[in-house]
């Protein structure tokens, strides 16, 4: 199991450029998210799924769309990047559960954006 | 709103001494779940422990336990005999929404632990 995998870990952006940044999880997962983290700060949510086909905003969801099109990705797209959306960008996944018991998100390893 | 409040900006541990890494929350919620994560300087997010809200007992996982005290709103980190191995920064995080509806994380600001040899 490779568990969730990200691409790229690294890019460079000029500004207005648009990418794609792809997360993939092979664990069978319901639920998937898109983290942002900034020098200093924790993560904060910016789209999240929970289940094919579906999308939702998170806490910091503008200049950012998603696509959930296959169960195992789970796609964040950038339009038009500014210098403000540098930052670590994580993803994470977890299972639908029916109780409140043992719950973890799994997190990949991380992509380094730098808008300049 | 849902609020996780780490207070440490950081810390220093003498190696096999324990230590404890706080973290407040705020909610209104009924069902709530409290995580803790390590980010080592690698980057990557390593999840440590968690606490469910109904749980009556602190979770523990090998030598790192939770001190959940409901009425006070806190899940502190406890890691005992710490290893200079543990020198990371430490994310305490709430579930907001239901377990079964994609229950997303909020995260506090993270406490950066220094272990001493």
């Known amino acids: 199991n490779a568990g969730v995998t990200q691409t790229p870990k690294f890019r460079v952006l000029k500004t207005g450029q648009s990418m794609t940044l792809l997360c993939a999880q092979d664990?069978?997962?319901?639920?998937m998210y898109w983290y942002r983290q900034d020098p200093g700060m924790g993560l904060r949510l910016i789209h999240y799924?929970?289940?094919?086909?579906?999308?939702a905003k998170g806490e910091v969801p503008d200049g950012y769309n998603v696509s959930r099109l296959k169960k195992q990705n789970f796609l964040l797209g950038l339009e038009s990047a500014a210098p403000s959306q540098t930052s670590v960008y994580f993803c994470?996944?977890?299972?639908?559960?029916?109780?409140?018991?043992?719950?973890?998100?799994?997190f990949g390893p991380g992509t380094r954006l730098l808008v300049l | 709103a849902q609020k996780i409040t780490q207070t440490q900006p950081g810390m220093f541990v003498q190696e096999k001494e324990a230590v404890t890494l706080d973290c407040t929350y705020d909610?209104?919620?009924?069902?709530?779940?409290l995580f803790w994560y390590k980010q080592p300087s690698s980057g990557e997010m390593i999840f440590l422990i968690y606490?469910?809200?109904?749980?009556?007992q602190n979770a523990t996982e090998g030598r790192y336990s939770l001190n959940f005290q409901k009425a006070r709103k806190s899940a502190n980190l406890v890691i005992s005999a710490s290893q200079l191995g543990d020198s990371a920064m430490y994310f305490c995080?709430?579930?907001?929404?239901?377990?079964?509806?994609?229950?997303?994380?909020?995260f506090g600001q993270g406490t950066e632990l220094s272990v001493k040899p």
């Open positions: 606490q469910g809200s109904y749980d009556e």
């Open positions: 664990m069978n997962h319901e639920y």
């Open positions: 909610t209104s919620d009924q069902s709530y779940g």
């Open positions: 995080a709430m579930r907001e929404g239901l377990y079964n509806q994609g229950g997303k994380l909020i």
């Open positions: 994470a996944s977890s299972y639908h559960r029916e109780t409140e018991d043992q719950e973890t998100q799994y």
């Open positions: 799924s929970v289940g094919e086909g579906t999308t």
